[in-house]
């Protein structure tokens, strides 16, 4: 399913009175299967954006379409990941892998099929018992995205998740993340500060600028290995594509 924003504004009431402009006139397209990043400075309207996406918050202008509908409210087409986990301590691996679905009236069986299926996709077999605090950082991301597929969403929106990692773990986690989302043929748009991430896990990249944000620069990363980022981090080509985001969101200027 395509993803489409057409000239969204988004204005949040503030204490003051007045209106703070989140987001202004985006415009942007995630074609089906494609991975698409936006990068943009902190408070530019990043996380606005997924809420719109996932029907959280309504445009105050303009419209957001899935499938080329607008987006109404909270719906099935769109999974949604947070840089928290949000796995519930209280339950074990396979449990809060089948939240979601409880919550949508799946049978026990059902469940339990589709939940073990993602568990092994996000390679964490063998851990279904074990409860939330047993895992890693990392191991938990990957908790978090078998709950999110499981759901089966056609469109996946991922929030930063990758950031409260150490260096290896990211990798290895966007790598493990690249190769199930590639798999599993979804149409994504992911949040980061991440600039090389960026580069290394998509199709394009959205640049936003400073609040409110607006699509400054929509980039085609022409290389490949999209679902092995580890191989695509080799290339030499990475660093250019990384400078050109560098420059776009003024980077030098700012720490002068
Ligand atoms: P980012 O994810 O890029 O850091 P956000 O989308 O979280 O930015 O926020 C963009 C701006 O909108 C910020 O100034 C933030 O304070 C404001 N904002 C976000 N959500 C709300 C809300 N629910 N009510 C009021 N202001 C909000
Ligand atoms: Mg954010």
Redo the contacts with the bound molecule.
């Keep these: 399913m395509a993803l489409e924003f057409r000239s969204v504004t988004k204005r ?3 204490n003051s009175g007045e209106e ?1 402009t ?2 202004k006139d985006v415009n942007f397209r995630v074609e089906e299967g494609e991975f698409v990043s936006a990068v ?10 997924l ?1 719109m996406t996932a029907g959280l ?1 309504q445009p105050t202008e303009g419209q957001v379409l899935v499938s080329d509908e607008p987006v109404t409210g909270p719906n099935t087409h769109v999974g949604f990941m947070l840089q928290k986990d949000l796995l519930l301590p209280w339950r074990n691996i396979i449990s809060n892998i089948e939240f979601g679905l409880e919550s949508r009236g799946v049978g026990k069986e059902a469940r339990r099929e589709r939940a073990m299926k993602e568990l092994k996709h996000c390679h964490l077999e063998g851990f279904d018992q074990q409860y939330p605090y047993q895992l890693s950082g990392g191991m938990r991301q990957r908790a978090a995205l078998a709950r999110t597929l499981a759901i089966d969403p056609e469109i996946i929106l991922l ?1 930063e998740p990758f950031s409260a990692l150490d260096a290896q773990t990211k990798l290895l986690l966007q790598n493990s993340f690249a190769k199930t989302i590639a798999e599993a043929g979804k149409t994504t748009l992911l ?1 980061t500060h991440d600039l090389a991430e960026a580069v290394l896990m998509s199709d394009r990249i959205l640049v ?1 600028s400073e ?1 409110p ?1 607006t699509v400054i620069a929509d980039i085609k990363v022409d290389l490949p290995h999209r679902d092995e980022p580890i191989k695509r981090r080799t290339l030499p080509e990475v660093a250019d594509y990384a400078a050109q985001l560098f420059k776009l969101l003024k980077l030098e200027e700012k720490a002068a």
């Design positions: 949040f009431p503030t703070l989140a987001v943009g400075p902190s408070g530019c309207g990043k996380s606005t954006i809420s918050y929030d949040i936003l609040r944000g």
